[in-house]
């Protein structure tokens, strides 16, 4: 058993992509790789701008503080984080803060780590501005507007995660959180999702509820992918917990760090800023506003089914495995495939068999995204009935399925081009099944001695139609006329 116990708190950021404009500029939110091209005077701090609220925004985090259990502000206020940066030319970011509300707070969410369910409280969610985007180049920087004022929610938990396994599995879950419910595609390789993590260890023996219990903490900023906070986490416990054995743990001050991915370490960068240095006071050019409860409750019955609630339904409805289903899940994109397939007329279980195998195989072996694909929900039930109907055969069915891929042509079509369609007639069958057997009739006797022979004369009969015949049918008239002889 372990000494010490470990503390890690996460600040997830999270840009929402589902708006047509800024949070609070109504220039148009969108990636784009171009530089400065979604851009309006408000985003780059020009005197004599004002900021106007996007109620979409607004709405969409009021949504995600449900989803959350959080309470909801009667009031819904802005606030002033006041700090100097280049990327905030302004010299301030429009944000929110604890006195005034924010979207929500504490609530609490249930994600699942390694087959067991965790849970883990959340002390507040707000809605803010995103900063602009510097690269550094060995000379100089270059900076980009078009994620300025783009609408951000920061999500805040305790520190209630014991593990990197456990923040990764919780980063996932509100992963998959905002893209079921359409608020942002999350999708970190454009820099949608950021996080900064907090880790302190403490002695095993004291309880960890209490916070004067608490180790110092750690601050790693702007981590960039789920598995940099997997090895950020790992390394700091290690750190952290060699500074304890040889007694210099209580002499560290809390600090901010950064998560370097080639030296794989963390790198002091200063001492732990805190709020009262950022000088918060409410933002003046935006008033306050009262949420109706009419409101806030035509936002809670919008909110769609999740992640967890689809998974429950495939594994009570479709008998679909634990497994299967969460892989099914993960992505909502993959999910609305799979029902989409299953809403066509496809078997739930064989549809989860292509999608978890053979279409998830080949996504992850070209690193693609299930929209990459030219085939469609309608393809692959085209497949699985002609399958079903006995017209091609499972073995077939992979091969045209590749096929779609690299010609982009409709399986039936397919079918017909490549002369693929089964042989399923009977009497066609049994004419090419009396043949071999008549050619072969030594072989007939070794299989009466137990001899295994009658996978010979399957593969005979499919060598003979080029792997048209109907295998099942093959084998039942391949017995049929055995024990006629």
């Known amino acids: 058993m372990s000494k010490y116990i470990t503390m890690i708190g996460l600040e997830m950021h999270c840009e929402i992509s589902e708006t047509k404009s800024k949070v609070f500029s109504s220039a148009e939110n969108s990636y784009k790789s171009t530089p400065n091209v979604n851009v309006r005077p408000i985003d780059m701090g020009f005197p004599g701008t004002l900021p106007v609220v996007n109620k979409e925004a607004v709405r969409m985090a009021l949504m995600t503080s449900m989803m959350l259990g959080c309470s909801q502000p009667e009031y819904m206020y802005f606030e002033r984080k006041n700090y100097y940066y280049p990327d905030m030319p302004k010299n301030f970011q429009i944000t929110q803060e604890t006195k005034p509300i924010p979207v929500g707070i504490y609530g609490k969410l249930e994600y699942e780590c390694n087959g067991e369910m965790k849970s883990v409280r959340i002390n507040n969610i707000h809605l803010e501005e995103d900063a602009a985007s510097q690269d550094h180049y060995s000379t100089y920087s270059t900076i980009d507007y078009n994620r300025a004022c783009v609408p951000l929610l920061e999500l805040v938990t305790e520190p209630d995660f014991r593990s990197a396994d456990e923040a990764v599995a919780f980063l996932e879950t509100m992963r998959s959180i905002y893209q079921y419910a359409g608020i942002s595609e ?287 049918l093959t084998a039942q008239i391949i017995r049929e006329e055995i024990e006629k002889r």
């Open 186 to 472: 999350a999708d970190s390789k454009k820099g949608q999702i950021r996080c900064d993590v907090n880790v302190s260890i403490m002695d095993a023996d004291k309880d960890p509820s209490d916070p004067k219990n608490w180790g110092t903490k750690v601050e790693m900023k702007n981590v960039n992918s789920f598995s940099g906070v997997r090895d950020a986490i790992n390394y700091e416990i290690k750190r952290q917990t060699e500074l304890k054995e040889d007694g210099t743990y209580d002499e560290m001050e809390q600090q901010t760090r950064r998560w370097d991915e080639e030296t794989m370490s963390t790198i002091y960068m200063r001492a732990k800023v805190d709020a009262i240095d950022y000088r918060y006071f409410v933002e003046p050019n935006i008033p306050k506003y009262k949420l109706s409860k009419e409101w806030l409750e035509e936002i809670r019955k919008s909110i769609p089914r999740l992640a967890m609630e689809r998974k429950q339904e495939y594994i009570d409805k479709y008998g679909l495995s634990n497994y299967d289903a969460t892989i099914l899940v993960k992505e909502k994109a993959v999910s609305d495939f799979y029902e989409e397939t299953i809403k066509l007329g496809s078997d739930p279980k064989i549809a989860s068999n292509w999608v978890t195998s053979v279409i998830l195989g080949h996504m992850n072996k070209n690193d693609l995204k299930i929209s990459d694909l030219y085939i469609t929900p309608t393809m692959l039930n085209d497949l699985i009935k002609m399958v079903n109907d006995g017209k091609i055969s499972s073995k077939q069915s992979k091969e045209i399925f590749y096929k779609v891929l690299s010609d982009k042509k409709e399986p039936k079509v397919l079918v017909e081009e490549l002369g693929m369609k089964q042989i399923g007639d009977d009497n066609t069958i049994r004419e090419l099944v009396c043949k071999v057997l008549d050619e072969h009739l030594d072989l007939i006797e070794e299989h009466r001695k137990g001899r295994n022979v009658f996978d010979y004369f399957v593969g005979q009969v499919m060598k003979a139609t080029r792997g048209q015949a109907n295998p099942s």
